[in-house]
DNA sequence: AGTCCAATGGCCCGAATGGGCTATAGATTT
DNA sequence: AAATCTATAGCCCATTCGGGCCATTGGACT
């Protein structure tokens, strides 16, 4: 018997993947949560064999729930669940220590099929994620001062007045521009704005 | 009894639709579709006193599968189900005359009742919804031109380029982009971008 | 100790951008 | 018929941007 806990915002969806689990006696549908922060509360209190998350929820995402519960409970099985496949989020989940990446428009089967892998020890990853991922790992990915400065090109910050905010000089930011336009292969900040919020860079 | 059918690439969302629906006796589940595509041919099938339609899909999306539908049984009942609360799609959905937009974190109670509520004849909106409605509604939104311009620009295109592709001058180009600039109220394209993005006017 | 890399900063320069202002043809609506 | 809106196009000009190239500092990892 395999027990399951879900945190997700989106109560259509717990209850879809409650009765998905209770297709199948193997397992337990222990808890829920709707907010990332009441994660690792609900861990402490049920103890469930796997842990699902959601990756987009307000307030605290399901990669900061991940990182909180791994902190805390560094062998609890998480899997991810997710609506898209943004790569940064794949790559950070996995990276983070998720043992699945299960995009919710799998069958139910496949779900079932995800845990069950899971319980048996590997990693259960869509295929689809799968390739984002491999995809992801060969490329730099930006760095934080990098991520900083996109989140404020998009929004309409001139280099000067990032300099500004950041408390640097004009000729920082635009090197860093630069630098994150090749990391992104972006022709210009529109771009590399676009390329962001697609791959989950930035909100 | 009111007869229920859904259209959504999520298996999840619809089973969880499916269980909803289940508490409730006045309602029944007669159909789904995983692709807005199928949308026509479901509606034809069985003739849904609703139909639930999911807005953002892969292919044919939910506002195109309205579109459809409206035009061939102008008297169906369509309630929009949606993950996020982008204007466009909020201000398209109703426009066209969607009876309903409710978002999937809403309590299965506030779902079945929103599912009441049109079969009431009074239309369906979230709270958080009717306030991106109506704030887009005295907005003046992008014109066609306007949409195709900023696509390209997100894909980091020059002005020359876009003139180029749409055989246009450079100079009616930056005409549209500062028009489009004031009405999204952006300072740049990157931050049009950023807008244009969020609120579900580019992919 | 040595190496790598992120973060910081500088300079030059040509090309692209955005603001302001005007104007015309065609469509749609009133 | 008049008014409005969209798409088209032009001009001028100051600012900004992006590319190329280089240098230093401080961590982190080997």
Redesign the pocket.
């Known amino acids: 018997m395999t027990t399951v806990a879900i945190v997700d915002d989106h109560s259509v969806v717990r209850i879809g993947i409650k009765y998905v689990l209770m297709t199948d006696s193997e397992f337990k549908f222990v808890g829920e949560a709707d907010d990332g922060a009441d994660a690792v509360p609900l861990v402490e209190r049920v103890h469930p064999d796997i842990l699902l998350l959601d990756v987009r929820m307000p307030g605290t995402g399901g990669i900061a729930a991940l990182k909180e519960v791994r902190a805390k409970f560094p062998d609890q099985r998480v899997v991810m669940l997710s609506m898209s496949d943004a790569e940064e989020d794949v790559y950070q989940a996995l990276t983070l220590g998720a043992r699945g990446y299960v995009i919710k428009d799998n069958t139910p089967g496949r779900i079932i099929g995800a845990l069950k892998t899971v319980m048996s020890g590997e990693l259960a990853i869509s295929e689809s994620v799968r390739s984002v991922y491999e995809a992801r790992k060969s490329e730099?990915g930006?760095?934080?001062?990098?991520k900083?400065?996109l989140v404020l090109?998009s929004k309409g910050?001139?280099?000067?007045?990032?300099?500004d905010i950041?408390?640097?000089?004009?000729?920082?930011?635009?090197?860093?521009?630069?630098?994150l336009?090749?990391a992104l292969g972006a022709?210009?900040?529109?771009e590399?704005v676009a390329i962001g919020i697609r791959r989950g860079l930035i909100a």
């Open positions: 730099r930006l760095t934080g001062r990098e900083e400065i090109v910050c001139s280099n000067a007045e990032i300099g950041l408390h640097l000089s004009p000729n920082t930011v635009k090197n860093h521009l630069k630098n336009f090749e022709a210009d900040r529109a590399a």
